[in-house]
T-cell receptor, first 117, second 115 residues
Framework: DTGVSQDPRHKITKRGQNVTFRCDPI?????LYWYRQTLGQGPEFLTY????????KSRLLSDRFSAERPKGSFSTLEIQRTEQGDSAMYLC???????????????FGAGTRLSVL | AQSVTQLGSHVSVSEGALVLLRCNYS??????LFWYVQYPNQGLQLLLK??????LVKGINGFEAEFKKSETSFHLTKPSAHMSDAAEYFC?????????????FGSGTRLSIRP
């Protein structure tokens, strides 16, 4: 078990291009979360999955953003028509998804840093 | 709505000195409370959490935090700072009765350690 892995670690793109990030959670974890962290701020919740079902989406997740978890394992986050304001660190976390939050610890990946020029 | 306020975006202490990072929360019901640490170019690591029971919580690396309901605070302390403690620290809350268990983070406090 190598923890939560994210790919790529860094992505530089031009405004208007589409980008896709991947997250591989810890293998037995059935919950997966996406957060966005801008410079000097704490992470902000974007969305989460219980297995393959996307159960909640933040208002931060505009129509240009889409997340999938097709087989309940890895997840992808796609941003279409990127804007400079999308520049941020995108963090993925996973958890066992136990009923009691006391035991539902989220483990974070190292993140994907996106720079939109 | 829940929120977290971290007082001081940057704290600097001498090696061996007391570390105190302040956190206040706002919530209609007592939430679950967390402290995470983020080292450069790494993900967030859970330091400690408060869910129920004893209000003084001990975490990893010698850190501890005390939940004070009357003050709506959850300050993080360490008796003696080490150079390796230099990092960004985030206080966070999660709704007690939410199935989503999404986490709301504060804006972070960067801890610097002076030799």
């Amino acid at each position: 078990d190598t923890g939560v892995s994210q790919d790529p670690r860094h992505k530089i793109t031009k405004r208007g291009q589409n980008v896709t990030f991947r997250c591989d959670p810890i293998s037995e974890h059935n919950r997966l979360y996406w957060y966005r962290q801008t410079l000097g701020q704490g992470p902000e919740f974007l969305t989460y999955f219980q297995n393959e079902a996307q159960l909640e989406k933040s208002r931060l997740l505009s129509d240009r953003f889409s997340a999938e978890r097709p087989k309940g394992s890895f997840s992808t986050l796609e941003i279409q028509r990127t804007e400079q304001g999308d520049s941020a660190m995108y963090l993925c976390a996973s958890s066992l998804g136990l009923d009691t939050i006391a035991k539902n610890i989220q483990y974070f990946g190292a993140g994907t840093r996106l720079s939109v020029l | 709505a829940q929120s977290v306020t971290q007082l001081g975006s940057h704290v600097s202490v001498s090696e061996g000195a007391l570390v105190l990072l302040r956190c206040n929360y706002s919530s209609s019901v007592p939430p679950y409370l967390f402290w995470y640490v983020q080292y450069p170019n790494q993900g967030l690591q859970l330091l400690l959490k408060y869910t129920t029971g004893a209000t003084l919580v001990k975490g990893i690396n010698g850190f501890e935090a005390e939940f004070k309901k009357s003050e709506t605070s959850f300050h993080l302390t360490k008796p003696s700072a080490h150079m390796s403690d230099a990092a960004e620290y985030f206080c966070a809350v999660s709704e007690r009765y939410s199935s989503a268990s999404k986490i709301i983070f504060g804006s972070g406090t960067r801890l610097s350690i002076r030799p």
